[in-house]
């Protein structure tokens, strides 16, 4: 079972087992993760997702998408490697994936 470690703005950190074909959003609702809440369902709509993927992972998960970038754009501390968590599907490959938590988010 692949492992997501969150890191929330705080320093303090969640490693989860998290489950393959699932969202890393909807692994960390599962999980209670503090910060992601994912309102929208995974829908690409609320930004309540948002993490900062560890530059070490910034090339081995899936691309943004339009939608994504779309919202981004509304969201609040953006960096370069923003995402929303509900567009990125956790997979074996991804065991170990870093996510840190936005301030905004706790
Ligand atoms: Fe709403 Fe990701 S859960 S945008």
């Not at 829908?43 to 997702?49: G, H, Q, Y």
């Not at 691309?63 to 953006?78: K, V």
């Not at 370069?80 to 956790?90: V, Y």
């Amino acid at each position: 079972m692949p492992k997501i470690l969150f890191i929330e703005h705080s320093g303090k950190q969640h490693l989860i087992d998290a489950e393959a074909g699932k969202s890393v959003m909807q692994n960390a609702v599962d999980r209670m993760v503090p910060g992601i809440i994912g309102d929208c369902g995974g829908a690409c709509s609320c930004a309540t997702c948002h993490g900062y993927i560890d530059p070490a992972w910034a090339n081995k998960v899936e691309p943004r998408n339009d939608g994504e970038d779309a919202m981004l754009d509304g969201a609040l501390h953006t960096e370069a490697n923003s995402r929303l968590t509900c567009q990125i599907t956790m997979t074996e490959a991804l065991d170990g994936l870093v996510v840190r938590l936005p301030v905004s988010q706790f």
